[in-house]
């Protein structure tokens, strides 16, 4: 079982940036695809990005495409999400979501662009942070 800790949300005016962090509970190495998601208030959950722990490879949502970036400690089995220049519709609750892909499954390759589509398909998540954005 694989527990997810998320932190680093909060309150931030428009053009303002955090930090979002999601500590994993087993060691993420290089097997698991790991990924935001997002809902904001009365919507449904949307994908953000997407990155394999032991592929290189990141994927956006056109909407954050260029503002936010994914990034790995494996050292630390942290997650993290940059957001820069945020605007208010980036307000919503984030979620981590993680799944058991070694590098030798045919599955790695559903760890791409599409995979943002797919809101329910990860096995692990967190409780969410909240982000509000304010003009």
């Known amino acids: 079982q694989v527990q997810l800790v998320e932190s680093g949300g909060g309150s931030v005016q428009a053009g303002g940036s955090l930090r979002l962090s999601c500590a994993a509970s087993?060691?993420?190495?290089?097997?698991?695809?790991m990924a935001w998601f997002r809902q904001p208030p009365g919507k449904e959950r949307e994908g953000v990005t997407v990155?394999?722990?032991?592929?290189?490879?990141?994927y956006y949502a056109d909407s954050v495409k260029g503002r936010f970036t994914i990034s790995l400690d494996s050292a630390k089995n942290t997650l993290y999400l940059q957001m820069n220049e945020l605007k208010p519709e980036d307000t919503a609750m984030y979620y981590c979501?993680?799944?058991?892909?070694?590098?030798?499954?045919?599955?790695?390759?559903?760890?791409?662009?599409?995979?943002?589509?797919?809101?329910?398909?990860?096995?692990?998540w967190g409780q969410g942070t909240q982000v509000t954005v304010s003009l």
């Open positions: 087993v060691n993420i190495g290089s097997s698991y695809c």
């Open positions: 990155q394999h722990t032991g592929v290189g490879a990141t």
């Open positions: 979501a993680a799944e058991y892909v070694p590098t030798w499954s045919r599955r790695l390759a559903t760890c791409a662009q599409g995979r943002l589509s797919m809101t329910t398909s990860f096995d692990y």
